[in-house]
């Protein structure tokens, strides 16, 4: 049975005649069975648990959401009847974390879940039960305070010892704390400890107009800033079904492309730096900080800040603008190809990623691994091929795929996506329409979601717009959510000297998980 308030999903200028959404709505007793059923089916990709709390007298709903294929959703609706849900954890594991941040953010109960509690709520801060993303949070039990985090020991071995990296950096590094298990020089397990600085943007979400959260969407991650935004303003504009015209969706796929072309330079370079490989690194680094200043220049801020807006963009570049970073981006391409290309004769840079770090696809499948790290171990996923937004149906993508899941398969994805991009934004800006940039999104009742192929991965927005203009509810799915998962595994029998690589080529992101 298909609930009459089932989400718009976007975009809705997306190629026409296909079935975009199955919505399949089951009890709790049931929920185990009936998700065993439809990932035997489907195969699709998890992506996210979207938690409905509302303060009248509907019940909570849970939405476990995923996504396939063909531009294909499949919705699993669970009306809670209790506060009790049986974990699906045990047959999709991609659903780990979303269901331990349920259990934090709104006090579900998964039933069989492996470990819950003291999650993004650390419970030295946190008040133990407090449910704070819920519309009338309960009264905290107790307050903070509570024993230093100490989490359940996987190795039993004697001798073992625990080796904590973390949470405070040097640089520019964002906190997380890692403890890396072992009985000498191999890492046999290690523990992430993520949301030191958890900041509640989905709350903060709450009673804004959608013009105002999309500013607040683009903060979520500052390095990926458009493609939040991006998926942001296609939820909404999936709610009043809005077509954007035919040059913000041609823009639109540029400036998605350049903002990939400077995240993966950057995660090259800081690949390369691991290794200990300076000179190459601050090479790429170099080309980062140009195209940095070219965004700067052409676009006006070097982070894209400001260019979304519900409808399109809020400005146009202009052609010359466009056809002056296509011109930027071959420059950037021959310079990264170029010290790239003599990285792989360099033994000590080839002798620190190969073979080191592996993920193999089945692994990666289980993980729910999306985005270059996905790729790199055989995953096909990629939002602009399954679910194809802005003007990726008429520019498609080819997926830039390996299937050795080691950290040099991963450094070569984002080096050939580096030239899939420029070449993408060169074929945009050579066939630009004219025309507007921006149409107007009237605000109307409902609920949207939206993906978008952020550079880290598939990137989703669940939004519920409410009868006052404003948003209801917001929830962020990010491809950190899933792709941390794959580190443990990474990391795992490789030495303590391996661990600053195999991190950098997964390229995470602290502030996806830290929303």
């Not at 809005?242 to 800081?270: K, N």
């Not at 979304?308 to 809020?314: D, E, I, N, R």
């Not at 400005?315 to 010359?320: E, H």
């Amino acid at each position: 049975m298909n609930r009459t308030d089932a989400p718009r999903v976007g975009a809705p200028d997306a190629p026409a005649g296909r079935e975009p959404l199955q919505m399949v709505s089951t009890s709790q007793a049931t929920l185990p069975d009936t998700v065993r059923r439809l990932m035997a089916e489907n195969h699709p990709l998890f992506i996210g648990l979207v938690v409905e709390h509302p303060t009248g007298s509907p019940p909570p709903h849970l939405q476990y959401v995923w996504m396939g294929p063909e531009a294909r959703w499949l919705l699993v609706d669970v009306a809670m009847d209790g506060a009790v849900v049986p974990s699906i954890t045990p047959t999709v594991f991609a659903a780990d974390w979303a269901e331990r941040e349920a259990e934090d953010l709104f006090g579900v109960n998964f039933a069989g879940h492996p470990q819950l509690g003291d999650f993004i709520l650390h419970d030295e801060d946190w008040a133990e039960r407090l449910a704070p993303m819920r519309m009338r949070p309960e009264p905290p039990a107790h307050g903070g305070g509570r024993d230093p985090y100490e989490p359940p020991r996987i190795v039993q071995a004697p001798g073992r010892f625990v080796m904590p990296v973390g949470p405070v950096f040097s640089g520019a590094q964002e906190s997380v704390r890692f403890l890396l298990e072992t009985v000498g020089e191999e890492i046999m397990h290690a523990h992430v400890r993520l949301f030191y600085k958890y900041r509640g943007l989905e709350k903060l979400m709450e009673r804004q107009t959608p013009n105002r959260a999309v500013l607040v969407a683009e903060r979520v991650n500052g390095m990926q800033a458009f493609a939040h935004g991006l998926a942001f303003a296609q939820a909404v504009e999936a709610v009043a079904a809005a077509v954007v015209p035919p040059r913000a969706r041609a823009l639109r796929t540029v400036l998605a492309e350049w903002e990939r072309l400077r995240s993966h330079v950057g995660t090259l370079a800081g690949i390369v730096e691991s290794t200990g490989l300076s000179v190459p690194a601050n090479l790429l680094a170099a080309v980062e900080e140009r195209l940095l200043q070219q965004s700067a220049r052409y676009l006006g801020h070097r982070y894209l800040f400001g260019l979304v807006a519900l409808g399109g963009l809020s400005r146009d570049p202009g052609d010359d603008a466009l056809h002056a970073l296509a011109e930027a981006g071959v420059e950037a391409v021959a310079a990264v190809q170029a010290v790239c290309h003599r990285l792989t004769f360099d033994n000590s840079f080839l002798d620190r990623l190969e073979a080191v770090g592996i993920l193999p696809p089945p692994r990666a499948a289980t993980l729910g691994l999306v985005g270059p790290v996905g790729r790199a171990s055989g995953a096909p996923a990629d939002v602009r091929c399954w679910h194809p937004y802005a003007a990726y149906d008429q520019h498609p993508v080819t997926p830039v795929i390996e299937s050795e899941g080691d950290g040099y398969a991963r450094f070569r994805v984002f080096r050939r996506e580096v030239a899939a991009s420029v070449d993408l934004i060169q074929r945009c800006a050579a066939s630009l329409p004219a025309g507007p940039v921006q149409t107007p999104v009237p605000v109307v009742p409902g609920v949207g979601l939206a993906a978008v192929e952020a550079p880290s991965g598939a990137l989703a927005y669940w939004v519920r717009i409410g009868s006052a203009g404003t948003v209801d509810r917001c929830h962020i799915m990010t491809p950190a959510f899933l792709n941390w998962h794959g580190l443990a595994d990474a990391v795992r029998d490789f030495a303590f000297q391996d661990f600053p690589i195999i991190v950098s080529t997964l390229g995470l992101s602290v502030a996806d998980a830290d929303r």
